[in-house]
Structures are given as structure tokens and as C-alpha cells.
């Protein structure tokens, strides 16, 4: 009889491939359309899934003998939930394990775009030793974080501003004033938080709450010369436009971008000629550290579905009852 097969979509891990291989022959998908995975999918048994492909319900039920998906991260909105549950298929996923990952990039990020580092570096290597008379960076002791999600990721970046003495705001509508006082943080309204904050870092779910949260009327609210960052999803800002509207007119001094709608984006988009505009290909979370409690998570848990047990890390428990 052939091999059992396990679809993934991205490359993994030794320990992933030592715990997934056991249950079965691990196969790498050759891209991530639709179209690929419904062909590639038929007979799988666990489908493990890195980056963010969307999986459809005519993928989940490509193959009659899914038994589980195990996401390599904590964001799961391009995964079908609904259809997986429908055919009875946890979906095993790792929240908390890269938090730390994308919390020290949100701190990067803000550090990289207040000192300019990327302007100084392209002006020493052009040979303009003058520049540095020609405007200056900024500091991150005493100006105002504020922090759009305040789960895990979002506490752990107000726990790093802590010495620099930044003020730190925080909207979460989940979020307690108790959680957020112990953590020094002041919870407020979303269009407080924009028009106050010198820096705002986006560390939310995308969900059909958030998603397009980011618009332009309330950009317009902004605080004249505030940094941007996302390291949540793409989606939750409406365009690249909208930034880059921000970006020319200046109310918006810098942003950072590790995230996209759609990934890869497309680069002809002039905000990707933009100075004022740093990117990353959705990697910043990616540190040895981070993958490597990904992985082992998201292996363990697929492999204790397979030995009839309730994995820690799960999006629908409700397949369990």
C-alpha cells in the first residue's frame, strides 16, 4: 500500500519532519494556488500549512482522508474553519509561540524608523557624510506607543517600551483595565489612540471586525508625523494607498510593513519606492527561536490528534465534544 501522505505548504522543521514523518510521508506542495493544492491534496491525511495559502472548503474536502491541519502560526483566518469543523477536522495551530519573535520586530521596526537607519545607511554608502547635518532622527524615551491588540504579542511590546519610558496606549476591546494597568498601559478608544500616539503598532487578529480597520478617514485622525507598523495582518489596513497617501502628505512620518493583502504584493505599488517606507516578506516573527516552538507545537499537536488525544493549541475544540 503507498505511504500515508502529509500536504505541507511550506518547508518544516527537523523536529516537525522527525514527529510528522512517523505518521506519514511528508510531501511539499510546488506553490500555494488553489489550484496546486486541490491537486496535490487528494489522499492526505494531515495537511500542514506555512504562510498564509488560502484553504478553501473545496480543499479541505478534496481529500476524504483529512484528518487534521496543523497551521504553523497563531493566525488561521485563511483556513476555512468552518468547512473543517463541518467534516469533523481540528485545526491545530501554535498562539504565544513566535509572540516574542514579533514583539522584539515591533521594537526593531520603531528603533529602525525614529533613527533613520536606513536613510543614514544609503547616505554614508553614497558618500554624503554631510547628511548628517541635514535633519536628524528621533527617539523612542518619552514619545507615546500605542498598541492596536493587546493579546499576548501587544503585552510584550508594552513590557519592552517599559525602558525607554515610552506612554503606552492600548486598544483592545478584550482586554481588562486590571491586565492593562499591571502592564503600565492605558486602554482607549481606537480614534484616541491614532491621534495621540507617536508610534502605532498593529498587533490584532484579522477578523471581519478588523479587517479594513485601518481606512483612510482614520488616518486623517493621525498625529502629524506618527510611525506605523504591522506585523498582524495585511488586511487589517485597507490599502497600501491609504498609507501612502499618509506618507506624501505627511501625517504619517514612516511606516514598516512585514505583512500584506495579498502576499507577495505587488511591487510595482510606489510605496515600495518610498524611503519612508520599510518591508519585509512577512519574515520578521520567522527567528530561529520562534520557529522552532512553532514547529515543535504544531508537531505535537497534529500528532496527538492521530493518537485520539486533544491537542493543547486547537481552533475548534467544539470537533472534540
Given at each position: 500500500?503507498?505511504?500515508k501522505?502529509?500536504?505541507?505548504t511550506g518547508p518544516?522543521?527537523?523536529?516537525?519532519?522527525?514527529?510528522?514523518?512517523?505518521l506519514?510521508?511528508?510531501?511539499?506542495?510546488?506553490?500555494?494556488?488553489?489550484?496546486t493544492?486541490?491537486?496535490?491534496?487528494?489522499?492526505?491525511i494531515?495537511?500542514?500549512?506555512r504562510?498564509?495559502?488560502?484553504?478553501?472548503?473545496?480543499?479541505?474536502n478534496?481529500?476524504?482522508?483529512?484528518?487534521?491541519?496543523?497551521?504553523?502560526g497563531?493566525?488561521?483566518?485563511?483556513?476555512?474553519i468552518?468547512?473543517?469543523?463541518?467534516?469533523?477536522?481540528?485545526v491545530?495551530?501554535?498562539?504565544?509561540?513566535?509572540?516574542r519573535?514579533?514583539a522584539?520586530?515591533?521594537?526593531?521596526?520603531?528603533l529602525?524608523?525614529s533613527?533613520?537607519?536606513?536613510?543614514?545607511?544609503q547616505?554614508?554608502k553614497?558618500?554624503?557624510?554631510q547628511s548628517?547635518?541635514?535633519s536628524?532622527?528621533?527617539?523612542?524615551f518619552?514619545a507615546?506607543?500605542?498598541?492596536?491588540?493587546?493579546?499576548?504579542?501587544?503585552?510584550?511590546?508594552?513590557?519592552m517600551v517599559?525602558?525607554?519610558e515610552?506612554?503606552?496606549l492600548?486598544?483592545d476591546?478584550?482586554v481588562?483595565q486590571e491586565?492593562?494597568k499591571n502592564?503600565?498601559a492605558q486602554?482607549?478608544?481606537?480614534?484616541?489612540?491614532?491621534?495621540?500616539?507617536d508610534?502605532?503598532?498593529?498587533?490584532?487578529?484579522?477578523?471581519p471586525?478588523?479587517s479594513?480597520?485601518?481606512?483612510?478617514?482614520?488616518l486623517s485622525?493621525?498625529?502629524?508625523?506618527?510611525?506605523?507598523v504591522?506585523?498582524?495582518?495585511g488586511?487589517i489596513v485597507?490599502?497600501?494607498?491609504?498609507?501612502?497617501?499618509a506618507?506624501?502628505d505627511?501625517?504619517?512620518?514612516?511606516?514598516?510593513?512585514d505583512?500584506?493583502?495579498?502576499?507577495?504584493p505587488?511591487?510595482?505599488?510606489?510605496?515600495?519606492?518610498?524611503?519612508?517606507c520599510?518591508?519585509?516578506?512577512?519574515?520578521?516573527?520567522?527567528t530561529e527561536?520562534?520557529?522552532a516552538?512553532?514547529?515543535?507545537?504544531?508537531?505535537?499537536?497534529?500528532?496527538a490528534c492521530?493518537?485520539?488525544?486533544?491537542?493543547?493549541?486547537?481552533?475548534n475544540?467544539?470537533?472534540?465534544?
Open positions: 500500500m503507498p505511504a501522505k502529509i500536504l505541507a518544516l522543521d527537523d523536529y516537525a519532519n522527525r514527529v510528522l514523518g512517523e506519514g510521508e511528508i510531501v511539499l506542495a510546488p506553490d500555494t494556488s488553489e489550484k493544492l486541490l491537486e496535490w491534496i487528494d489522499g492526505a494531515a495537511l500542514i500549512v504562510g498564509v495559502p488560502q484553504i478553501s472548503a473545496e480543499v479541505i478534496r481529500s476524504t482522508d483529512l484528518k487534521v491541519i496543523g497551521r504553523s497563531v493566525g488561521y483566518s485563511n483556513v476555512d468552518e468547512a473543517a469543523t463541518a467534516r469533523g477536522i481540528p491545530v495551530f501554535t498562539p504565544g509561540a513566535g509572540a519573535g514579533v522584539e520586530a515591533s521594537i526593531t521596526f520603531m529602525a524608523l533613527k533613520k537607519v536606513v536613510h543614514w545607511d547616505q554614508m553614497a558618500g554624503n557624510w548628517r547635518f541635514e536628524k532622527g528621533g527617539d523612542l518619552g507615546t506607543v500605542g498598541i492596536v491588540g493587546f493579546g499576548r504579542i501587544g503585552q510584550l511590546v508594552a513590557s517599559r525602558p525607554f515610552m506612554r503606552t492600548a486598544f476591546p478584550f481588562d491586565t492593562a502592564l503600565q486602554l482607549v478608544d481606537l480614534e484616541t489612540l491614532v491621534a495621540q500616539a508610534f502605532i503598532c498593529l498587533h490584532c487578529a484579522e477578523t471586525e478588523t479594513g480597520m485601518i481606512d483612510r478617514a482614520l485622525q493621525v498625529k502629524k508625523g506618527a510611525f506605523l504591522n506585523l498582524a495582518r488586511g485597507e490599502s497600501l494607498d491609504v498609507l501612502h497617501e506618507l506624501e505627511g501625517r504619517l512620518a514612516g511606516v514598516a510593513l505583512v500584506f493583502e495579498p502576499e507577495p505587488d511591487i510595482d505599488h510606489p510605496i515600495f519606492r518610498s524611503e519612508k520599510l518591508t519585509a516578506p512577512h519574515a520578521m516573527a520567522g527561536g520562534a520557529m516552538n512553532i514547529f515543535c507545537m504544531m508537531a505535537d499537536g497534529v500528532a492521530f493518537r485520539g488525544q486533544r491537542p493543547d493549541f486547537v481552533v475544540p467544539e470537533v472534540f465534544d
